[in-house]
Nanobody, 116 residues
């Protein structure tokens, strides 16, 4: 069983920065793809970024050049550095792990609020 725990959310002013962390349990972490999603009330959960097992990254256009996803396989950690935050980045951010066998795990989410 894999457990994911996000942390690092909070309240920040527009233009500020936050660094989210996702701690994962289990030995499958290094071979898994990690996704960051975000969700606002009443809307679907949206993809934000992805990092592959070898470190390849993908970002949706709305966060490109502002967010950076990274991972430390030795520590079973994934990070999402968020810079130049905007009010529209306000959401609950979720960490998602997908194994090579297709299993999927979610964290509990961490709230990010960006004030204007």
């Amino acid at each position: 069983q894999v457990q994911l725990v996000e942390s690092g959310g909070g309240l920040v002013q527009a233009g500020g920065s936050l660094r989210l962390s996702c701690a994962a349990s289990g030995s499958i972490f290094s071979s898994s793809i990690i996704y960051w999603y975000r969700q606002v009330p009443g809307k679907p959960r949206d993809l934000v970024a992805r990092i592959g097992s070898a470190g390849s990254t993908y970002y949706v256009d709305s966060v490109k050049d502002r967010f950076t996803v990274s991972r430390d396989n030795a520590k079973n950690m994934v990070y999402l550095q968020m810079n130049s935050l905007k009010p529209e980045d306000t959401a609950v951010y979720y960490c998602n792990l997908r194994t090579i066998w297709g299993a999927e795990y979610w964290g509990q989410g961490t709230q990010v609020t960006v004030s204007s």
